[in-house]
Every structure is written in structure tokens, then in C-alpha cells.
DNA sequence: GTATCTGCAAACTCTTTGCAAAAAC
DNA sequence: GTTTTTGCAAAGAGTTTGCAGATAC
């Protein structure tokens, strides 16, 4: 799937919720940085410069929505906050190495996970609809 | 390996921290439950029943700690607060199925996950120290 | 026009911190 | 005895919520 303000729009449109400035303007802080793991505070930096009136509260709500339309994946690296990125769930997984000692996050791709996620489903009689696969260690910069 | 109180004596005295009753009290809540992913807020419930005057900031502190030694192993499960359970960093690696509908997190052991490691390691020069692996779906109870 | 959406400020939850008294070694 | 540790209360970070005015359709 792509995620272009036409999806954007349908997507709201299905569901009567509507398209306001406000949620444009965040989708496109996305769609200008698919690559990276945006906190709210993040987006809310971003969006503020052209749009100073905007309010956080309204960011957080925008993001909480774009999760549930499937837009916007919601993950958590441990430090505290919670960051956005495209959502991949129809495309193929990628996952995250998280650098302990600068906070890096880089990704990777893999499918071999998709096998054991099926072998995990018929042993534990769980229905999986979701993975979440992060390396915790040290990128070659912060080396040791 | 295992985590009595011997150990915990071990480890605190190691780095020159105190056995408190406390930190006694909190080893003893994990031993209790070694099969459950305890947040702070959980273990102050548990350890206030026999000691009232305990405070939930030691508990924070204790399980910071802890996790420093590598007696527990801070997780999170994405509500929001961090659980907490016996450090495996030594021994097989397991991972955890969280059921979307109820919250309830099962657990499940899988070595093939070493493999993709040393892949990993070896393609994107990241020194890997640790890996977490969360699969999201609906429980058998919860059906669908 | 009407229901949704926004911005603001206040509230809320989880976690951390400062400090004086208490306790481990 | 000295240094660490505790309990308390207050502060801090991130996030959510109530509400009146503004806006999309």
C-alpha cells in the first residue's frame, strides 16, 4: 500500500471522519521523512514552523487516529515516548536494531520470521496478527 | 543461571550495595512469580501486604537496579508501563505473545532466532547484546 | 446547519528526585 | 561512624481529557 494523501483521504472518508488541515499537514511531516521513527513531539517540531498555531494535544490525537486507520504503526523503543512510522502491515517486515549506547535505530529486513510465526501459531493455538522483532546492541560508531 | 538469595547477596556485595530487607523482600516477589512480568506498580501491591511501610519509590529504585545488576530484565509490552521479570540474558532465549483483546502475555521458547542474530550481525556491523521478539494476536479465549 | 475537530489548559499516569531520618556494614 | 538506603512528598515527562469556539462537509 501507498501512503498518499488520496489514501489519506479515503481512509478518513470510510470511517466520516474528515480531512482538516491539521491531518494533512501531519501525514505529509511522514511522507516527508518515511524513514524515520517520529515521537509526537517530533511531528508537533515539525509542523509547528508553518503552522504555529497547531496544538500538541491535536498531534497526539491525529496520531492516535492514523494508528487505528492502520496508517501509522505505534512502537515503543524503551525510552519512553512513543514513536510513529508508516504502518508495513501489508508489506514486507522490517525490524529495528536499537543502538544502546546513542539511541540510534536503524532497520533491517528479513521474512525468515514469517515461518517461525507460523510454527508458533499452530503449537500455541494463538491467532497472530502482528510482530515485533528489535536487536538491542551497539552500532559501529559507539563500537567497543 | 538461578537467582536465590545467595546470588542477589553476590551481586549487590559485588558492586558494594547493601542487602536491605527491601531489596530482600522484592527478590522474593520474583521468585514467587518467576513466571510473571511484574510492574512496579504490581510488586508494590504484592510486597505491601507484609510490609506496609514500604515505599514505591524504593520499589523503582530496586527494580532499577536489579535490572542494572541483571537479576531482571525491564520490558515493555506497550501500556504504558514497564514490566519486569528474571534476567534470562544467560540462558535460552524466550518471547512473549500478547493477546490484544485481553492483555494477557504468554511466553514461548525458540532458538532460531540465534541464527537471524549472527545474519544480522554480520551484514549491518551492529554488536548485538540483546533481542526481544513480540508476536500480537488473539489469545484462544479470545478467539478472533 | 450539524456533527466533528481544534486549541488551550488542566488533569492524569508512570516515573524520578531532593531531602532528612534510618539502617547496613 | 560513615556511607548507603529509605520513605515521603514534590517534581517531571509523556499523554489524555473537558470544554467552548471554529471548521469540514
Known amino acids: 500500500?501507498?501512503?498518499?494523501?488520496?489514501?489519506?483521504?479515503?481512509?478518513?472518508?470510510d470511517r466520516?471522519?474528515?480531512?482538516?488541515?491539521?491531518?494533512?499537514?501531519?501525514?505529509?511531516?511522514?511522507?516527508?521523512?518515511?524513514?524515520k521513527h517520529l515521537s509526537a513531539e517530533d511531528v508537533y517540531g515539525m509542523v509547528k514552523q508553518n503552522n504555529p498555531e497547531i496544538g500538541l494535544a491535536t498531534v497526539y490525537r491525529t496520531l492516535d487516529l492514523f494508528a487505528e486507520l492502520d496508517i501509522l504503526q505505534k512502537m515503543d523503543f524503551g525510552d519512553g515516548r512513543s514513536r510513529y512510522e508508516f504502518s508495513?502491515?501489508?508489506?514486507?517486515?522490517?525490524?529495528?536494531?536499537?543502538c544502546l549506547a546513542c539511541g540510534k535505530v536503524m532497520e533491517f529486513e528479513d521474512d525468515l520470521l514469517e515461518t517461525l510465526e507460523s510454527a508458533v501459531e499452530k503449537k500455541s493455538r494463538f491467532r497472530i496478527v502482528d510482530h515485533q522483532?528489535?536487536?538491542?546492541?551497539?552500532?559501529?560508531?559507539?563500537?567497543?
Do not use: W
Open 88 to 98: 508495513a502491515s501489508d508489506v514486507h517486515h522490517h525490524h529495528h536494531l536499537i
Open 1 to 13: 500500500m501507498e501512503f498518499s494523501l488520496e489514501t489519506l483521504k479515503q481512509k478518513l472518508c
Open 133 to 144: 522483532l528489535k536487536f538491542y546492541g551497539y552500532c559501529e560508531k559507539c563500537g567497543k
Open 16 to 35: 466520516e471522519y474528515k480531512l482538516t488541515p491539521q491531518r494533512r499537514i501531519i501525514m505529509e511531516a511522514f511522507t516527508r521523512n518515511p524513514e
